[in-house]
Each structure stands twice: as structure tokens, then as C-alpha cells.
């Protein structure tokens, strides 16, 4: 059989177009809108997804109210992902079920427990977007009065996920025995405490809850950074990322397998899927008509306050048919966001408002307008060529882009063999490809553990 | 029409006797069976139950896993309350969905968040049980040395609920405006910031979702120490209670009903819950009967470890067939359940054995074994005479627990017209008779905070 490519369904409430809840058959409620959700996920699982993938951020995009009020993408009104999740998991069967969730702003006790509990809701669907938070005005939610640098996040990051690894790890996968005639519920031999402590946290555990179907849910990462790289090459199983060219995306490619491998695992292990946001038409023509229609919804105000954010930086001094400055700093949010958005205006000779509008349109990820043939031929191209092993697909609005990308550009990936037509697994990890992980943290049974506390007491008090 | 009371489906996994996982009929891994937990909702939807209520515990119930091995009930095995509960608003479609989490672990905009967004998708029906955490395992999972005491824990949570209902009002209801047209996505006049600063939480606000179909989500305390009476009269809406005797619980009632009083509220802003742990028969013979096949099922470990756990105090060491000793000090756990253990040990002469087998069934609360006219007499008494606004019903083992409840007690209260035959409202505080919140927290607009902000960094550059 045809190696085939993974397919996730990327599901900004309204779409990815920074306009698309003006667009006629736009929900404009999307965001709260739990019918719509379930909807468009059980047409990605009747189109057989992988997954489906939500996006977060605790607290709004951007600090200027007044521009925000012409978004409804920059999570001003939006469900909070988990529990979003718990629900789609109870209204869908097979597809996988993605959300994103910060390693700087929770603890790893808690979401340890929730995406253990979402995977054991959905029978093994879960899966995990670790980021470290691009958006600094989370700080301020949460008693900070700045929002960690970047290499601190990436330090925190890396402890939180070992933390969560040794939690998930806590019962071995038969401990629960539920003997009814003995009274034995689970056997307590079967069980261990973490009874970490390091830098950022100090947990003692066990995890409450089973090693859950899965064992870990899927951990998905997209960050860009160096230190992004270096997390997901020794330990993401899913990297989404922005790539606009064939030669970035191999380039990204092959560095993360490259990565992979030195940290012994296989390249396998890891599923490059870049990001693409399709506008298909039946001819090329209607295909550009329907992107036009969006761009046309968009007003300046919103391109530049998405630059400006993008940037980090603000630009509505300058003139808006002019260039970017060439002396933009890195700042402490997504670093590699930044540089691919200043590559591509050099590239193509943009001025701040052709770059917003683009960046309002894909949202910096990779934009392919044409027909079911012309698209699939770009994804063949990279699928076959060490550009993504499959891509999340980001639809422009919602849900008639998602319909038109099932509707037409699924077929033509069917056609040539590219894309499954039926699930054979149950899991996300079956859908995948992605091994189950065993067991593997060594911690100390809780019995002794428990009992070496005990002890350790009555010593003191003798 | 008569006054009608209220009635919470209170789900234990397995069900509220220590060994309901050992009963024939009980889903022994019910703590993980999606299945089963949607069907125990349907079933008390299709009674008309006001709400299900999930309790918690971010951390086993315990320390000595020997002892644990024998337990369903004690946090080992159980979903995230968050995520399940998630996911049952996507199964029911009118019945109340309240959850409890601790102030003393979490951060108020991540709950703030996720009850607004399970009030979204549910359609109004979320309550939050905010409690301080009685087990104090916890603190090992949480970075702590040891669990803060009961006064600091309830200064947090003060804070913490004062932080979470003014992000509740972040918005005003009509700030989503979604004009097409023009492009407003919301009316930047009407969304507001927090900009907390206290004792624990510095909190920028807004919440990052629109004003919820309930405003807030309804606020369910359980807490019977003072400070949580306290807590109860300024904030709550819904009390759970443990009340032993008609006589404790008229004087807890009086006692909380005046507080709202005294806090400028009405008593009727209040409803009153005690727990019930009804094992109902046809006759009484077949109601004793089927409680002793549940506390046959109790080993004596079990009755004693559930006990130690409840003082606070190690018990093991002493004669199980002799008394309590009377100089147990008081701990920093759950003050209020300790001294009603206590006075049931010392009203009734219980032995330690005795008492451990009576809490380890109805878990001290109030146990009523007997036929649906004995059940609803006693219920009835409560009700209407100040003892009760209704109950929260604790089954012993489930499905069975709940059906017999549902198929004997609710007839027989029904034919008295002391509950409700159909739903007449949509949301929880309709069920409940509870006022929707106006907004009335007095934030400064976030438009004009972002300006100001602005202004500042303009100055100070200058």
C-alpha cells in the first residue's frame, strides 16, 4: 500500500481568514457555539481526519480594544478548549481530539489529569498541544508582571512535560484488578509515586486516574524557536508548523527527524504537518473569486493590528504602502513567527498593508488557491518530497471552506492514493502510526514509599 | 401550587457505600466509564433532577495504599470532574451539571474560564462547588509543603470567588454585537477589566468568552465550619450539608438563611441540600436487607481506614470493639464533618468498629433506610419545616441506588406534589428558582484602561 498522508482538522471557531465571520455563511457565534463544533467535527470524522485541532490562548490577542472589536479569532469569545474537548469527545466516535494548552500558566498535576481524563473519555483520542504561550498578555491573568523570556518558558517546558510523562506513568496498565469476590480493587503493588522536585515544580503523585488507553496522549508541539526544535526533536510525536516554501518545509523536516534521531528515537516518531489554509474552487477562477471575497471583508485596521501583534512591534506610524523598517528587533514572543513573516515580505516585496493583508488572509501559514488537482499536486509534492508526512488543514471559514476541502480536494487525494478512506484503528495513536508508549518512569512503588514515610516518623518520634 | 423542592443527583462513581464497586449489579470501573456516566445523567434528567453533582479531590484520599487497594471511592480511579462534566452537557439537555473545585489549587481565570465556557455549552446548566480542599494529600502535588491552614484557605477563597464573579462580568450580555455588515465584531464600550491586585491574585482580566446564559454559574459551597458558613451566606446559592437529626439540620438552616440576611440578600437567594443516602425497599424488611448485603461487603480495613481518614487521627492501635478516645484534637481537614462524627460516636455509644462501618456506608451523612412513604415522611418533615430546601441524593451503589429512587420515592413524593413532573425552565437557576445575576462588578471599560496604559509608556518615553 501507498504511504498515506495524516490530515487534521484545524478549527478556528469562524475559520482561519481573519474576515471570515462576515463571510455570509460564516457562524458568527462560532466561538460559543457548541452545535456548530459539533457539526463541523463529525463531518471531519465522516471524512475520516485523523484529528481535529484547537487552538488557545488564556486571555485576548492584543491589548488595542478597539481593533480587537473587529475579530472574533483573537479569543475574545471562544470556549475554553478542555472542557470544548470533553464535550466533542462525547459527540464523536473515531476522530482524534487535539486542544493546546500552556506549560507557563497551568500546573502538571492538573493537566496531566485532564488530558488523561479526555483520553480515557474518548477511548484514546486525546492528544496534547504543548506551548509555552506566545501571547504575553496572558502575564497579567495570573499574578505576573511579565511574561517569562523565552528560554525560561522552554526550561519550564521541558520539566512540566517530564512531570506530566511520570504522572501518566504512575499505575502500571493492569493495576486495576477489580476483584469483586476478594475486594481487591487494584493491587497496590501496581502503582508508584513521581515524588518529584525540581526547578519549576514539585509533585509528589500519584496521577488519580489509570494509565489511560493511550498511555500518554498524542504530544503535539509547534513551536519554531531553536528551543522549540530541540523539544519536539526529543519528544513531540506531532509537529505543526508555518512553511511556505518546498525548501523551508524539507529543511524543517529533515532538521526535526535529524533531531529525532539524536535523541534515539526513530524518525517515524515523529509527524512533520505543516499547516495549509486551501481556497479550492471547481476552476482556478472561482477558487480565486472565493479568496477575493474574504480578502474584500477585511478592513486595514484588522491587517495592521495582525501585523502589529504578529510583529510585535507597532508600524501605524509608517506608511502603510511602504515597506517594513529593516531594523525590527526579535521580541520575547514567537520568535520564529517573526522571522518567517520579515523573509517574506523581503521575498516578495510586500508593503506593511499587501503583508497584512496576507498575514490576515493565511495567517503566515502556507495559503494554496486553486483546484482540487493544482492543491493536491502542491501536497503531493511536499508529502512525497520530506516536506510533511501530512498537513493540519486550516479552513478559511468555516464550515463551508472545511466542506469544500472534503468535498474536492479529498476525492483527488483518494484518487492517487493518498489518503485513507476508511479508519482501521481506534486510537489517535492508531491513526497515526505512533507506537503506544510503555511504561518507562522508575519511580518508587507508593506502598514503600508511603511505608518509608511511616517509618521515617515513628523514628523521629521514638 | 405547593412549594417543591429541589433534588441533585450526587454521582459517586460506583455509587456513595464504600463497597458499592463489590455489589453484583455495580460497573465496578465506573470512575472510567464514559458510558456509564452518561447514562446515570440520562436517567436523572428523565426524572427531572435539578442538577448531577461530581465532587473531587486533585490527589488520592489517603496514604496507606494497602488500605486504598480496597477502595473505588477514593480518588484513585476517577475522571477529571472539569472534562467529564464537559462532556455530559454534550449527552443531557436539561438537567443542572455542577462540579466542585478547590480554590486552594487552581487559579481563578483558568476556573472563571472553564464554568463560563461549561455554562456556553451547556446552555445555562453549569454550577461550581467551590470548596478549599479537604484532603491534604494535595498539597504534594501542588509544589507545597503541606496543606495552609484552614483560615488561609478560606481568606484564598474569599479572594479567589470575588476574582472569578468579576471576570464572570467582564462583558456585558449584549456586547457581542456580530454586525456583518459594518464589521463590529463587539461593542469595545461594553467589555471591562479586572485589574486585581489582593492578597493572592494579581488578575488583569477580561475573561476571554462572553457573559454566560446563567451570568454566573450557579455557586454551590458545602462547607459547614464557620468560615464556611461564613463563605455560604455572603456567596452561595446552593449549600450541601451532612445533618444527622431534624434538630441540626433546622439549626444549620436558620443559621445559614440568617447569614444571607445579615450578607443583604434574601433568604430565598439560598437553597439549603442536605445530603441523603436513601436505601429504599417495598417493604422495610427488603430495604434492611439490602443494606446489610452492602455492609456485609465492607471489610473491616476498609470501615477502619475510611474512619482514620475522617478524624485525622491513627486508630489502628486500639481495641475496635471499645470507644473512641475523648481527647481527639482537632485537625486542619474538614473541621465540621470531624465533630459530627463525634456526636454520632457519643449519641448512639458507638464503638470505633461501629462507627467505621456506619460512616464507610453512608459516608456520615444522613442514612435512611426504609419504603418510599418512611423515605418520603422523613424528607417531607425536613422539608417543611425549615430543615431543607431539598436534598442531594446519594445513592449507595449505582445504577441500581438511583432506580430505586427514581422508580419508588419520586412516585410517592410526586403523589404529595413535592417535586416536579417536567422541567418548566431551560437553565440551572431556573430549576432552581435562583435569579440570574445582573452585571455589577465596576471595572474600568478596557478600551479606556488600554489608553491610559498607552498615555503612561507615551509620557514616561517622552
Known sequence: MTKQMALGAFLYPTGHHAAAWRHPEAQADAGINFKHYAEVAQAAEAAKFDMLFLADSAGARGEDWGALARFSTHYVAQFEPLTLLGALAA???????????????????TLARKFASIDHISGGRAGWNLVTSGNEGEAYNFGRDRHPPHDERYRRATEFLAVTEGLWDSWEDDAFVRDKDSGVFFDPDKVYSLDHRGEYFGVRGPLNIPRSPQGWPVLVQAGSSEAGKALAGASAEVVFTAQQTLADAQAFYRDVKARAVA?????????????IFPVVGRTEAEAQAKFEELQNLIHPDVALSILEHRLGIPLRHLPLDGPLPTDIPVTNAAQSRQVL????????????????????GARGHWQ???????I???MEERFLNEGADGFNVMPPYLPGGLTDFIE????????????????????????LGLKRPARHHKHTKAIDAAAEHTAAKTSAAA
Open 263 to 275: 535523541a534515539g528515537r526513530s524518525p517515524d516518531d515523529v509527524k512533520i504537518m505543516p499547516g
Open 368 to 374: 494554496v488557491i486553486g483546484t482540487p488537482e493544482q
Open 376 to 378: 493536491v499536486d502542491k
Open 408 to 431: 474536492l480536494v479529498l476525492p483527488e487525494l483518494r484518487r492517487r492514493g493518498l489518503f485513507r478512506t476508511e479508519y482501521e484503528g481506534r486510537t489517535l495513536r492508531e491513526h
Open 91 to 109: 459527540v464523536t466516535e473515531r476522530i482524534g481530539l487535539v486542544a493546546t494548552a500552556s506549560t507557563t500558566y497551568n500546573e502538571p498535576y
Open 341 to 360: 513573516l520579515l523573509e517574506l515580505a523581503q521575498r516578495e516585496g510586500l508593503s506593511i498593508l499587501q503583508l497584512g493583508l496576507r498575514v490576515a
